[in-house]
């Protein structure tokens, strides 16, 4: 361990036993401590255990494993399958400064870069990602399923610093879709952005390729429970109580992403208003509910450049460094100006006509606010703000050179 006397740091990380990428029951979860790293670089997401296959806590740790995260292990020939490779600390999702290769056991197909497995550099082995800048902690890839026998997909760094994951696809014959199926983690906290992938499926739950001329009008949208669906992994762009999807003839997935903002479990379901396939069967998502507002965190990127304008999140978050709702009074967060820049308020270019702010303010029910910093000098530091009531939580190490 080293020695950070910093605000912000705490020796507790949340540790939760692995499950499967599906609906399945909620899994165990513990404490541990650990060490913190100060090369703290923010995850998308607050507050999200390895057990759901997505997202990851903050705390900047290097990742010591690798996970492969697949919506499903059976798809028909031909079917394109998102796969996302994550690293792994110590039960959170970790930064993964090796590079990675990405493999093919036991069978053939090739990997591609875009959604459909139509553009982008397709190779069927040593497929390499990751390390160097930017220090990633989820690696996203498609994969074209072949014919023939099933296939594993491995996922190894080149220096085998890092402990491998293997996942097998079961590989079944073409065939013309009959239902919608939708795939998320099974666990998630009121307030936390999962991803939700809805894809077409055979009468056997085997993925298909849509074929024909694809399929449009689609609704996906909650049968129980309330939440929102967005475009963004980080959920910040405008709430939508419903998802408007298609399919392209070639497309076998389509990915979108929602929040629960509610004290049930939220059931989603796929229709498309008659159009051809059977809805899907309810997809339940379990719902915990976060605790009190104890900490204040901030993501941001690890790295800025002077007179450039960047994205901040500021968010309430729990004694587990979950994201949860303000009540009480209202609490005014102060921003600093670090490396004697500015943050703004409501401009996304930090343009000349919009006055700098140097605070925020929370009311209850809120619970992240977005600003914007633009730095006006080199350095580094921890990259805090200063909360009325509530203690730093999670905050990033930013350089900016």
Excluded at 191 to 200: A, D, F, Q, W
Excluded at 320 to 333: K, L, P
């Amino acid at each position: 361990c080293i020695d950070l006397p910093m605000r912000g740091y705490k020796l507790l990380a949340e540790v939760s036993v692995d499950t499967a990428y599906t609906t399945s029951a909620p899994s165990t979860s513990g404490m541990v401590a650990v060490c913190p790293f100060k090369n703290n670089i923010p995850g998308r997401y607050f507050g999200r255990p390895v057990s759901d296959e997505y997202g990851g806590t903050t705390g900047g740790n290097q990742a010591t494993a690798l996970r492969i995260a697949i919506p499903t292990l059976s798809a028909g020939e031909g079917a394109c399958l998102p796969i996302r490779v994550h690293g792994v600390n110590a039960g959170n999702w970790a930064h993964i400064q090796n590079a990675v290769s990405v493999d093919l056991t036991g069978g053939s197909g090739a990997f591609y870069s875009s959604g459909d497995c139509s553009g982008g550099t397709a190779t069927s082995t040593g497929l390499a990602l990751g390390g160097g800048g930017g220090n990633p902690q989820e690696i996203n890839l498609f994969y074209l399923v072949p014919s023939g026998a099933n296939v594993g997909v491995t996922a190894d760094d080149t220096t085998n610093a890092l402990t491998d994951d293997t996942k097998t696809i079961t590989i079944a014959s073409a065939t013309v879709p009959t239902k919608f199926i939708l795939a998320a983690p099974p666990n998630a906290k009121k307030y936390e952005c999962i991803p939700v992938t809805l894809g077409v499926a055979d009468a056997s739950s085997n993925w298909q390729v849509a074929g024909g001329v694809g399929y449009a009008g689609i609704t996906v949208s909650p049968s129980s429970g309330t939440g929102s669906f967005h475009y963004t992994g980080d959920c910040s762009d405008a709430p939508l109580a419903s998802m408007a999807a298609g399919f392209a003839s070639t497309d076998t997935t389509s990915t979108f992403f929602f929040m629960p903002t509610g004290a049930t479990n939220v059931t989603l379901s796929a229709d498309d208003g008659g159009g051809g396939l059977a809805v899907s069967a309810g997809l339940t998502v379990n719902v915990a509910q976060p605790g009190a507002a104890a900490y204040v965190g901030v993501n941001a990127p690890s790295t800025m450049n002077s007179g450039t304008c960047y994205t901040v999140d500021i968010s309430i978050l729990d004694s587990n460094y979950a994201t949860t709702a303000w009540s009480g009074a209202n609490e005014n967060v102060t921003l600093p100006g670090h490396f004697s820049g500015a943050w703004y308020g409501n401009n996304t270019d930090c343009g000349s006509s919009v006055s700098p702010v140097g605070s925020v303010t929370f009311v209850p029910t809120e619970f992240r606010k977005r600003v914007w910093f633009k730095p006006g000098a080199s350095g580094n530091g921890q990259f805090t703000v200063t909360p009325a009531t509530l203690t730093m939580g999670d905050a990033p190490y930013v350089t900016v050179p």
